[in-house]
């Protein structure tokens, strides 16, 4: 084996790392989507609010009275820290060392690393709709819209309905969205419609009566910025 045949172990270790990371932070923001659920939140900020901290843990008793005799980091996930934290070794996720920050780094990431229908629809849900439309907020180039709308569809998972919507939403706020929307296809406008008509049929407590009007609300008008009536 040459020099140029060598593996760089250091380097798969810290994509490692990266990875189980990104995998650990799926996972925490998912359960936290559900407990938002279950407190019947009264709004999409709310919402947002609970998925953004779910890396940060309570304090327990021996933290505020400083019994511990090590010193505590209180977010270690922004100082780049890894926490143990189980991951579901089931979930497909594509292996990426980090979230992409512009639309080239997607780009590269979406075709390169994402090798199934299942794998973009989870990079997606990873990156959530706040960083898709901050990534988009010039324009959705590529053809994006349409490839996004097809996968939602195909893939949906009931737990995962209200990520999608603000996916929808979030990407609805770009630059030029009504010039992507008017390049959809046929089978991608289809697509749309059907993928509306999916998250339409969410069933929510007779007590979530704000919840769901601004559900149903957010619904009516991806209908008509994707012009679906």
């Known amino acids: 084996m040459n020099e140029e045949e060598e593996i760089d172990f250091r380097k798969l270790e810290k994509e490692l790392s990266l990875a189980v990371e990104a995998d650990a932070k799926y996972d925490r923001e998912n359960s ?3 407990r938002a659920v279950e407190q019947r939140v ?3 900020e709310e919402f947002k609010d609970i998925v953004c901290a779910a890396h940060l843990k309570p304090l327990d008793r021996k ?3 400083g019994e511990n005799s090590h010193k505590q980091i209180w977010n270690p ?3 780049g820290k890894s926490a143990t934290t189980t991951s579901n070794p089931n979930q497909p996720l594509p292996l990426i060392s980090k979230i992409p920050k512009n639309c080239h780094e997607f780009s ?5 690393h994402c090798n199934t229908d299942t ?3 989870h990079l997606l849900l990873k990156i959530g709709g706040e960083e898709l439309g901050r990534i988009f907020k010039a324009e959705i180039s590529m053809g994006f819209l349409g490839e996004f709308l097809v996968i939602l569809h195909s893939c949906l998972e009931e737990r995962d309905v209200m990520e999608t919507v603000l996916i929808l939403e979030e990407l609805s706020k770009t630059n030029r969205f009504d010039l992507s929307v008017k390049f959809l296809s046929g089978k991608e406008r289809s697509a749309a419609s059907e993928l509306i008509q999916k998250l339409d049929g969410v069933e929510f407590c007779e007590q979530d009566t704000v919840v769901k009007e601004k559900y149903s ?3 009516q008008d991806m209908r008509n910025k994707l012009l679906l009536q």
Request: charge should be positive.
């Open 119 to 121: 794998e973009k629809y």
């Open 77 to 79: 996930h922004a100082q």
């Open 42 to 44: 009264s709004s999409y």
């Open 108 to 112: 590269k990431v979406w075709k390169r």
């Open 32 to 34: 936290a989507k559900f």
């Open 63 to 65: 933290d505020i009275t």
């Open 217 to 219: 609300k957010t619904l």
